[in-house]
């Protein structure tokens, strides 16, 4: 049974060998900052106001912009991070387009002053709710928190602003309550972060219908010791910090299971090479060893997964295969080129469920575990 198990965990093992090796040591994690640090970065955003209008001036806040592709840079160890000198944005309190952002900024920051000057903490809900009339709505204040954070170079998470998470995680995993109590995470648990684990390999499963079927079928237990998670589609914030601390923490293989189509492959690109909205945080939102382990395009031609399980690619797929093709981090993975062009030239996309079709538990009895016992990752 012993010899068994090592066969079955040996490329496993062969792998998180190599992923050691070849941990870069000259990557140092942005510095923690204390509240004082944090609260001094307010300070400064609010004197730099106060000495414009001492001019008879109307103030303006900088922003570094979120959304363009010529401010990041990849990075193979860390992703795409955003590099100095980024443009920027910026907002006028006399300009009729810009005044509301301008007020509506001003107003979280004063927020996050008062929470981290007290030690308290709010949801961004909490935020929302403080001023609806000004807000508007929730998405305002999701990127202005976004926005601040990136202003003042400082981790979402010290600004004492909290996000509810929506991702699950199980498997052979305990985590320690700040009374010192230990929860089993054998069944489906929230987001957490004191880890205690015996686990072989990470899975990232995007979807929670997936994630909910193979706990159904007990995959962390009988198959080898495991975690598996879901951020449920687009993973948020918390999910990918969960992610990033289950690799600084234990250093085992990560490897992401999502459809083979567009989205999905978007979705592994995030969690392993982060996002340019996001890529101020990169250091603690990244892990660039995930393996994609399936679907693979190719797999569905291995498989031989019925014809009527195959969806069409649409104009738009198309189109976000071609945007994902020229992204600077696929021309370090030539497998996943040759994938990718494999799913443009078949012109169809598949769900992980397509896999049913095969046999009800084909996913976690026959795939996922030959996947496993003989590497088949990319």
């Known amino acids: 049974m012993e010899t068994g198990q090592q066969e079955q965990f040996a490329e496993i093992d062969k792998l998180r060998d190599e992923l050691l090796t070849n941990i870069k040591c000259d990557v140092e994690p942005p510095k923690q900052l204390d509240s004082r640090e944090v609260l001094t970065r307010i300070e400064n955003v609010i004197l730099g106001m106060v000495a414009t209008l001492s001019k008879d001036e109307a103030p303006v806040l900088v922003l570094p912009s979120r959304s363009d592709w010529a401010n990041v840079s990849f990075d193979s160890a860390v992703g795409l991070q955003m590099i100095a000198g980024s443009s920027v944005t910026t907002v006028r309190s006399d300009c009729p387009l810009s005044v509301k952002k301008f007020a509506q900024i001003f107003k979280i920051l004063s927020i996050i002053y008062k929470l981290v000057q007290s030690n308290s903490y ?10 609806t009339q000004l807000f508007g709505y929730q998405r305002a204040v999701d990127c202005i928190v976004d926005d601040i954070s990136c202003m003042l170079q400082v981790p979402r998470r010290t600004l004492h602003v909290l996000a509810t998470s929506k991702g699950f995680l199980c498997g052979d995993l305990s985590y320690l309550e700040g009374d010192g109590s230990r929860v089993n995470c054998l069944s489906s648990s929230a987001v957490r972060t004191y880890i205690v684990s015996s686990a072989k390999f990470v899975l990232i499963v995007e979807k929670d219908a997936t994630f909910q ?3 159904d079928d007990d995959f962390c237990s009988k198959l080898c010791p495991c975690i598996m998670i879901t951020g449920k589609g687009f993973p948020d914030v918390n999910s990918r910090l969960m992610v990033r601390k289950l690799w600084d923490t234990l ?6 299971l999502v459809d083979a189509d567009p989205h ?7 969690y392993k090479y982060g996002s340019v909205a996001m890529s101020f945080e990169a250091h603690s939102l ?16 291995r498989l031989r997964v019925p014809q009527d399980m195959l969806i069409p690619l649409t104009q ?7 945007s994902l093709l020229r992204r ?18 078949n012109k169809v996309k598949a769900e992980i469920q397509s896999l049913s ?4 538990d084909f996913l976690s009895k026959v795939y996922l575990p030959n996947k496993l016992r003989y590497g088949g990752w990319i």
Not at 316 to 322: G, I, Q
């Open 316 to 322: 738009r797929d198309e189109s976000k295969l071609h």
């Open 286 to 301: 990244t892990v660039p060893s995930v393996r994609w382990m399936g679907l693979l395009p190719s797999d569905l031609q």
């Open 122 to 131: 709010a949801t961004k809900r909490d935020i929302y709710y403080n001023d």
């Open 328 to 345: 600077p981090y696929l021309a370090s993975q030539p497998s996943w080129q040759k994938e990718m062009d494999l799913m443009r030239q």
């Open 357 to 360: 079709a095969i046999g009800p």
């Open 213 to 215: 079927r193979l706990i």
């Open 264 to 270: 999905g492959i978007e979705i592994m690109c995030i």
């Open 251 to 256: 250093q085992i293989p990560i490897f992401a």
